[in-house]
């Protein structure tokens, strides 16, 4: 069961996510970093609806049947990982592409990860599945 110390946690975390992003961007004047931690807030989405989709939300129509729906699960988990793949490949990109710094580069990608993982650990401490009748 999640406390208080999760709590504290989840909200370190996340503070020192957004801190490292944003230092990304205001040591070289440059905010383009700050599209990171964007990425990863939405990053979640496209699963969770498409698990949605594919339980058919517990009633008993068409959608009911999780195995015939597989693809829609799949699907799922596909842009779930190519939005996780772009957070993470944006700030090379732009590093490259000599728009930033290799340390606003580092800076960011650690951000952006730490977003991420702070999301990941709220979903799985807070967000618990219904049983559906």
């Given at each position: 069961m999640a406390g208080m110390k999760t709590i504290i946690g989840l909200a370190s975390l996340?503070?020192?996510?957004?801190?490292?992003t944003i230092l990304s961007c205001a040591l070289d004047s440059n905010w383009l970093p700050i599209l990171v931690p964007f990425i990863y807030l939405i990053a979640?989405?496209?699963?969770?609806?498409?698990?949605?989709?594919?339980?058919?939300?517990?009633r008993g129509d068409i959608w009911s049947d999780a195995s015939e729906h597989r693809g829609v699960l799949e699907t799922g988990?596909?842009?779930?990982?190519f939005i996780n793949v772009s957070?993470?490949?944006?700030?090379?990109?732009l590093a490259h592409a000599n728009v930033i710094t290799q340390q606003a580069m580092v800076l960011s990608i650690a951000g952006g990860l730490l977003v991420y993982g702070t999301i990941l650990g709220y979903?799985?401490?807070?967000?618990?599945?219904?049983?559906?009748?």
């Open positions: 996340l503070a020192a996510g957004i801190l490292l979640p989405l496209p699963n969770m609806l498409c698990q949605r989709i594919g339980s058919g939300g517990g988990y596909f842009i779930t990982s957070g993470a490949g944006l700030p090379y990109v979903i799985h401490f807070f967000i618990t599945e219904e049983p559906y009748m």
